[in-house]
């Protein structure tokens, strides 16, 4: 029974879309170090991320389960369903609040500091589409601290190339979430929801989408200038973006039958080879 709940929590949290955020917090870590971190920083930098993440994304769920309730889209997912309880979702949130508390004490007192910021941005996330149209940038600012989060628990002190970093993650979700917005136009528009779509149309949120991508990518080169990284970085960063062309390639106003595609499978491909040629930049 136990595990099974488990595994219904796990499948609530889409836990395999980590692959999107993890390689980026470990590009932060890597690039503190300036090679390889301890392994005790990468340890609890990876304790840190999971349950971050596992309370930013429960927190979501629990939030918006009248609203899942109602969207056609979102109708099936578990606790609409009644597949897990409130009180089992809380107890979960409990749970990884607890793991990233204690992993940023594990690496150092700034983390510990900075920590009230965190979960105040992981927690008002699933509130902003209910007041405002830039709810993709929180979420966006929200997934930039996994990288920033990641040098400060290395380094202990907010340095600009961890900055850099941070932005670059912050502009490269928000500019995914865009695009992924875009399934909920009507949805959105219909319980007076906000969002970009909504507000302006998804032609607008298709180019504020674009826009945001190829500031993402500067801001990548940008990170690499400013630690004066090898070749094989750059050549992660031109993948990045022809990974993001490609990305914008199979969506159009008229047709998002392909949203998860770009959503899911470029977004896992831009991160792993992201840190594969910063692995090897460092390496070099």
């Known amino acids: 029974m136990a595990l ?35 392994f005790h920083d990468l340890f609890w ?15 979501n769920r629990l939030i918006d389960r009248h609203l899942d309730a109602l969207n056609p889209r979102t109708a099936n997912r578990a606790l609409p369903r009644g597949l897990i309880s409130v009180a089992e979702v809380l107890f979960f949130i409990f749970l990884s609040f607890a793991l990233l508390f204690y992993s940023a004490w594990q690496l150092n007192m700034l983390c510990v500091k900075l920590l009230p910021i965190a979960v105040f941005v992981l927690t008002i996330y699933s509130y902003t ?22 040098w400060i628990g290395v380094t202990g002190s907010i340095d600009l ?29 219909a319980y007076g929801l906000y969002s970009i779509p909504a507000r302006f149309g998804r032609p607008a949120a298709l180019s504020w989408a674009r826009y945001l991508h190829v500031l ?46 770009a959503f899911f499978n470029m977004n896992g491909y831009l991160s792993i080879l992201m840190f594969a040629f910063t692995l090897l930049a460092l390496l070099v």
């Open 129 to 150: 589409k209910r007041w405002t149209w830039a709810c993709h940038f929180v979420l966006g600012f929200a997934d930039g601290m996994a990288p920033l989060g990641a």
């Open 4 to 38: 099974n709940k488990l595994k219904i929590f796990l499948e609530m949290i889409k836990v395999e879309h980590t692959v999107f955020a993890l390689p980026f917090a470990y590009l932060g870590a890597f690039m503190a170090a300036g090679g390889r971190p301890s």
């Open 161 to 189: 190339p961890g900055i850099l970093l941070g932005l670059a993650v912050a502009a490269w979700v928000a500019g995914f979430d865009l695009i992924y917005a875009c399934q909920d136009y009507e949805f959105d528009r």
């Open 216 to 261: 993402a990518v500067i801001l990548l080169a940008a990170t690499g200038y400013a630690l004066a990284l090898s070749w094989p970085y750059y050549t992660g960063v031109v993948a990045a973006a022809v990974i993001l062309a490609y990305e914008h390639y199979l969506v159009s106003p008229e047709d998002l039958s392909r949203v998860n595609m």
């Open 45 to 59: 930098v990876t304790g840190a991320m999971i349950g971050a993440r596992t309370a930013a994304m429960s927190l």
